[in-house]
């Protein structure tokens, strides 16, 4: 215990004068408040399963201090930030498989599939103004630079600009220009920013995986004989892709019946998660989070971007179930 010293005259054992040291508790420094992280992941349509996390941790009163996120979790942790998570849940639940289908502005002259500026005027409506360094919340989302393979932390300039950089999907969406550089989604470096969190000044971090459920466990098959494979097995598998990560709504999939012919969407699909779950537990085992929220997405396509009521569900349920967790760790961090 600190300790104050003050001194009083008193009257000492030959009448004389004296003067006797009082030691007092002296008042305690405030504790620092303990600083929340919450890195959200990428994963697609699978992301508006941030909007169920970040309510549940809303109804428990706890607020982050700071947020990194990574393509669909750099527009879900934006919005939050911005104090926009109403109008995206609201547009989120409106969402049907032909108003999904019309806010992709196909074209074949660029470096993706799609523009991108369809979606782009729909941020703009609320955030056109906003700027990722003014926002109440300190937030970052992470990009990936084309060419060199650079993990880009976007902590300054036009909020939806630093979204969609990071989301910009290689093939799907043009990379997008940003300070002289091409930026493409961050999820090929960093699917789960929680070093990012932890950079900003966050001294616990949750994050939320939308993959941690997904079965794309690779190991390595060390003897392969191609003329004994199960045939049935590899056909099932091939057929069964295009309904599981919808890209076009199953368009196409009456073309896919041989397993030497998948389509284009389901190669550049499966690729990219295959990627994307290798580079996550890479991450995770470096640098493991405080709490990791895993919301149970397994039957959830892609870009299934119409099921959000149901990714919603799914979110909140994983966060509920890490609840206890979450408030046992800020427990104990406050008492220490």
Same mark, same amino acid.
Request: a neutral charge.
């Given at each position: 215990?600190?300790?104050?010293?003050?001194?009083?005259?008193?009257?000492?054992?030959?009448?004389?004068?004296? *003067?006797?040291?009082?030691?007092?508790?002296?008042?305690?420094?405030?504790?620092?408040?303990?600083?929340?992280?919450?890195?959200?992941?990428?994963?697609?349509?699978?992301?508006?399963?941030?909007?169920?996390?970040?309510?549940?941790?809303?109804?428990?009163?706890?607020?982050?201090?700071?947020?990194?996120?990574?393509?669909?979790?750099?527009?879900?942790?934006?919005?939050?930030?911005?104090?926009?998570?109403?109008?995206?849940?609201?547009?989120?639940?409106?969402?049907?498989?032909?108003?999904?289908?019309?806010?992709?502005?196909?074209?074949?002259?660029?470096?993706?599939?799609?523009?991108?500026?369809?979606?782009?005027?729909?941020?703009?409506?609320?955030?056109?103004? %906003?700027?990722?360094?003014?926002?109440?919340?300190?937030?970052?989302?992470?990009?990936?630079?084309?060419?060199?393979?650079?993990?880009?932390?976007?902590?300054?300039?036009?909020?939806?600009?630093?979204? %969609?950089?990071?989301?910009?999907?290689?093939?799907?969406?043009?990379?997008?220009?940003?300070?002289?550089?091409?930026?493409?989604?961050?999820?090929? *470096?960093?699917?789960?920013?929680?070093?990012?969190?932890?950079?900003?000044?966050?001294?616990?971090?949750?994050?939320?995986?939308?993959?941690?459920?997904?079965?794309?466990?690779?190991?390595?098959?060390?003897?392969?004989?191609?003329?004994?494979?199960? @045939?049935?097995?590899?056909?099932?598998?091939?057929?069964?892709?295009?309904?599981?990560?919808?890209?076009?709504?199953?368009?196409?999939?009456?073309?896919?019946?041989?397993?030497?012919?998948?389509?284009?969407?389901?190669?550049?699909?499966?690729?990219?998660?295959?990627? @994307?779950?290798?580079?996550?537990?890479?991450?995770?085992?470096?640098?493991?989070?405080?709490?990791?929220?895993?919301?149970?997405?397994?039957?959830?396509?892609?870009?299934?971007?119409?099921?959000?009521?149901?990714?919603?569900?799914?979110?909140?349920?994983?966060?509920?179930?890490?609840?206890?967790?979450?408030?046992?760790?800020? @427990?104990?961090? @406050?008492?220490?």
């Amino acid at each position: 215990m600190l300790w104050d010293g003050i001194a009083r005259r008193s009257a000492g054992a030959g009448g004389g004068g004296g *003067v006797e040291e009082i030691r007092q508790p002296a008042e305690r420094a405030p504790r620092a408040k303990v600083r929340i992280g919450l890195a959200l992941g990428g994963g697609a349509a699978r992301g508006w399963s941030h909007i169920g996390v970040l309510r549940v941790l809303e109804e428990a009163g706890i607020v982050p201090d700071v947020i990194a996120g990574c393509s669909i979790g750099a527009v879900v942790g934006g919005c939050y930030a911005a104090g926009k998570l109403d109008e995206l849940e609201a547009f989120a639940l409106s969402l049907t498989k032909r108003r999904v289908m019309g806010l992709l502005d196909f074209h074949f002259s660029g470096a993706g599939l799609i523009a991108g500026g369809r979606l782009q005027r729909l941020l703009d409506q609320d955030l056109v103004d %906003r700027r990722v360094e003014t926002l109440p919340i300190k937030f970052c989302t992470i990009a990936t630079e084309l060419t060199s393979g650079h993990e880009i932390w976007l902590t300054r300039g036009p909020l939806v600009q630093a979204m %969609r950089a990071s989301y910009a999907l290689p093939g799907v969406f043009d990379p997008v220009l940003v300070g002289g550089r091409w930026l493409m989604d961050g999820a090929l *470096v960093n699917p789960i920013p929680i070093t990012a969190a932890r950079a900003l000044g966050a001294d616990l971090v949750l994050c939320v995986n939308l993959n941690g459920e997904v079965r794309v466990r690779g190991t390595v098959i060390q003897s392969y004989d191609t003329e004994t494979s199960d @045939q049935k097995e590899i056909e099932e598998v091939i057929e069964e892709a295009p309904r599981k990560w919808a890209l076009f709504s199953g368009a196409r999939a009456d073309r896919i019946r041989k397993p030497n012919a998948p389509g284009m969407a389901t190669v550049m699909v499966d690729a990219f998660n295959i990627t @994307q779950d290798r580079i996550a537990r890479s991450r995770l085992a470096g640098d493991p989070p405080d709490v990791m929220i895993a919301p149970k997405l397994a039957k959830m396509g892609l870009f299934e971007f119409h099921r959000a009521q149901e990714c919603i569900a799914l979110g909140r349920q994983a966060t509920e179930r890490a609840l206890p967790d979450v408030l046992e760790l800020l @427990q104990e961090t @406050q008492e220490t």
